[in-house]
């Protein structure tokens, strides 16, 4: 029987789990055609899912764990009405993690100055094309103006770098990623590209539909000079100075160009269940005991197991990879 390790987020590869994503809602205000269905999803109920105080429990041990790195996620984030209180929380742990957090940008006019003074250091916004048509039928919403006013505040409250996050779709967005760099240029937005991912609710993602790094950097060339950032360590995206600097674009190739060997993420559900990978097909249940009274070393030692447990890749080109049942928008992007 192997040991486990030491109480820290190491996994049987040596990496470390430092970039902890923590999903605070399973609920959105859009309905994106790749991520789910028009008429939404059946939303966890609201007994299921973790309080603020159970919430910044969990994110307090998982940071005596050596986490450094806390993302907020949805769904949409901005739907929980306590999300201030949870980033004052998180920002008041000893040590202080960097506190980001990733929206579809609706509401964010509103709440970027109280969630940078509550110690949100910066913001990604989802956003797949700046043309306001386009954005209804991929949403579903027309609500693209909201998302406009969102990044300026994001910008005005000192949330930055204010990144754009962008799905290149076949035929249906990748015509116009040259033209949503160069908005994003104008502004000063840094945009990263991300590989379609088989996490839609419909398990409908199809390999030869998705347009991969390499097409997404070819149509791109066309109207601009992309050089390769050498330096990139555990981050997730590529990076490409862009006429040669020092605006840079990125593309995130997690199905072409996995970066599995590198990754230190570890992710918490909204309803309190750990993921060592956003592919997996298990989680361990912290809620659960958390509710029953297990102390904070009975939480590490669980923690600790199911980082252990961590495969060394996705397998998404493996021929027995199955899609897990959560859709992104339950697990937290």
Not at 134 to 149: H, M, N, P
Request: hydrophobic letters at 40%.
């Amino acid at each position: 029987m192997t040991d486990l390790p030491e109480p820290m987020l190491r996994d049987r590869f040596g990496r470390l789990g430092r970039d902890l994503r923590v999903s605070v809602t399973d609920r959105c205000n859009l309905r994106c055609t790749y991520c789910m269905p028009a008429e939404g999803l059946d939303w966890l109920p609201k007994p299921e899912m973790l309080t603020d105080e159970e919430l910044l429990r969990l994110v307090r041990v998982m940071v005596g764990l050596g986490v450094t790195n806390v993302r907020l996620t949805g769904g949409e984030p901005i739907l929980r009405r306590s999300l201030v209180d949870v980033v004052r929380g998180i920002a008041a742990l000893t040590p202080r993690p960097r506190i980001a957090m990733t929206s579809n940008g609706i509401g964010l006019h509103r709440l970027a100055a109280p969630l940078a003074e509550a110690g949100l250091d910066r913001v990604n916004v989802s956003l797949d094309t700046v043309d306001p048509q386009r954005f209804r039928e991929l949403t579903r919403r027309d609500r693209f103006e909201d998302v406009e006013a969102g990044l300026k505040a994001a910008v005005d409250a000192g949330l930055t770098p204010v990144k754009v996050n962008a799905v290149a779709m076949r035929g249906v967005n990748d015509d116009g990623v040259a033209d949503l760099l160069q908005w994003c240029l104008d502004r000063g937005y840094a945009l990263r590209f991300i590989e379609q991912m088989p996490l839609d609710a419909q398990h409908a993602w199809d390999r030869a539909a998705m347009v991969s790094q390499a097409e997404i950097l070819d149509r791109l060339g066309e109207r601009f000079r992309l050089t390769p950032v050498q330096e990139r360590g555990s981050a997730p995206a590529e990076l490409f100075l862009v006429d040669g600097g020092p605006e840079t674009v990125g593309v995130i190739a997690s199905v072409s160009a996995p970066f599995c060997a590198a990754c230190d993420r570890v992710r918490l559900t909204a309803d309190g269940q750990l993921r060592n990978c956003l592919f997996s097909r298990s989680e361990v249940d912290l809620r659960g005991p958390m509710r029953e009274g297990a102390s904070d070393d009975e939480l590490v030692a669980l923690v600790v197991g199911e980082m252990w447990a961590k495969k060394a890749g996705h397998g998404i080109d493996g021929p027995g990879f199955v899609q897990p049942d959560r859709p992104m928008s339950a697990i937290g992007g």
